[in-house]
């Protein structure tokens, strides 16, 4: 990259209008910010107290209105789910014909559709960066967010040539690897390998918390695992509710699958069959390959 | 601490006997080592080449049997819960009246009754040092691994005066805070704290490995969340399948509790009443302030 413009690594944008300035869009902003000092970051959000936040933290150079976003090379939607579906129409009505739009939301179906036939499809890409933590707002956003983790993208074909270069450049130059799928196959994974993660451990967090409610200081007895597999119950239900009803009937399946295996695992233990246990989790370890290289 | 001469900062223990040359009694090692360089370090394990490794790190001084415990001051059990219960009373049977034995393992009931009418029960002291990682094996062992970290320790009123006072001596010099439980108590409550957390990740693995297994590159969506719930899937069926038999009434019991809660969630998600889900997560949060302060 040592030969490229710094507003090349960005894919030549300057207008940037981040809506939903959290832990993704404000994170995008610090690694656009970064890339190329001469873009000016607006921040568009719901949440007044989150633009204060975000402008005293210099995560975006100023507050904006959506009607603003007229000059925009590039808008990022980073709300709700639910509220990206509706908002995504009326910012399409709105932009210039070069402007590139992303979002970055969970689901992927329901988005694409909702702009099937809008005559500025070309000027959107559905994307989905695999990067998060269980924290949100301004504050919990950080520059290495995005470092090795992997971007899925979602009908690509039906963005234009130009701006899938400059998304791709972007992505690519805060550190992400892009993998390409259709909408419908990545809400059926996804669901599997980052929605049912989320039920698991809200309900691990309300089993414990339920049980032990009243014993005072039990939680001294919590360790790293618990720590581990409880954390995103820390996660925003603001955000995850949307998500849910989404991608309902993959979520659903994906919490049958669990249940049953659950349920398999109990009535190994009641009968005593603690071979059968054994290798239940032995074949599991095999995760310990599967995961190896993620990081 | 500074007025402590290094052989009382682990209670004037100068032979010490690790059965069981794993994570846990691998780190103890490192630690007593640490704390008085004077001690020598026998290990004592089924696993020969756990044993020639354990030599080669310097976690151990010397290969020992089990004969050779005669000398012993101090006798760490980190074994399998169901070895234990095994090993335990023939330890006690070979050792001099000022040994002190202590075990490390997740189960306090079975273990606390298989000595509780041995003559040499004042010289057992039965802990459960609350730290751990997803990995096994003397080459996991690290020195810091029970800094901050809280020890359950069992029926104190059992052990001896002066062998209480070691045992304290020694966790405490190497990071631990001490909590006194009952081994019934115990045993109810770590289902909660972190054999269900166990359970709930081995099954999380299982679900998805079942699902993804003909999906070619599909773990390229895995993201931190999932890494943290399946974590724990990564542990040693060797060590946790007799936990779960031992512990077997209270496992199924949080099991139980575990499924009924999943189902409730689904079956809201099916309902569409996403105001409730909305709000399950939200009581859940409340972890958040639960955790705090655990790390």
Redesign the interface.
């Known amino acids: 990259m040592g030969e490229m413009s710094q507003s090349n690594r960005v894919g030549g944008m300057k207008n940037i209008y981040i809506i939903g300035i959290g832990l993704i869009g404000g994170s995008l902003a610090l690694n656009i910010k970064k890339l190329n000092p001469d873009a000016v970051i607006y921040g568009i959000d719901n949440n007044a107290e989150h633009l204060e936040e975000a402008l005293s933290l210099n995560i975006i150079d100023a507050k904006a209105k959506i009607d603003n976003i007229v000059n925009a090379d590039l808008v990022v939607l980073s709300i709700p789910v639910d509220s990206s579906v509706i908002e995504l129409p009326k910012i399409l009505d709105n932009i210039s014909d070069d402007t590139l739009v992303i979002d970055v939301g969970s689901t992927k179906t329901d988005i694409c559709n909702v702009v099937a036939n809008h005559p500025k499809r070309r000027n959107f890409l559905a994307t989905h960066p695999?990067?998060?933590?269980?924290f949100s707002g301004p504050k919990a956003a950080f520059l290495e967010l995005f470092q090795n983790?992997?971007n899925?993208i979602c009908e690509v074909e039906k963005t234009a040539f130009k701006l899938q270069q400059k998304a791709i450049e972007l992505f690519v130059n805060i550190g992400m690897?892009i993998?390409y799928m259709n909408p419908e196959a990545h809400d059926k994974?996804?669901a599997?390998?980052?929605h049912?993660?989320?039920?698991?451990?809200?309900?691990?967090?309300?089993?414990?918390?339920?049980?032990?409610k009243n014993?005072r200081?039990?939680?001294?007895?919590?360790?790293?695992?618990?720590?581990?597999?409880?954390?995103?119950?820390?996660?925003s239900?603001?955000m995850?509710?949307?998500i849910?009803?989404q991608n309902?009937t993959n979520?659903?399946e994906?919490?049958?699958?669990?249940?049953k295996?659950?349920?398999q695992?109990?009535e190994l233990?009641?009968r005593?069959d603690?071979d059968a246990?054994?290798?239940?989790?032995?074949?599991?370890?095999?995760?310990?390959q599967?995961?190896k290289g993620?990081?």
């Open positions: 695999i990067s998060g933590t269980e983790k992997t899925i690897r993998r994974h996804i599997y390998m980052s049912l993660s989320h039920i698991s451990s809200f309900m691990l967090g309300k089993t414990v918390i339920d049980k032990e014993e200081d039990i939680f001294d007895m919590a360790g790293s695992g618990f720590e581990s597999t409880v954390r995103l119950a820390k996660s239900p603001e995850w509710t949307p849910f009803k309902k979520v659903i994906t919490l049958e699958d669990y249940i295996n659950l349920t695992f109990k233990i009641q005593d603690f246990v054994f290798k239940e989790m032995k074949n599991t370890n095999h995760i310990k599967i995961l993620i990081n």
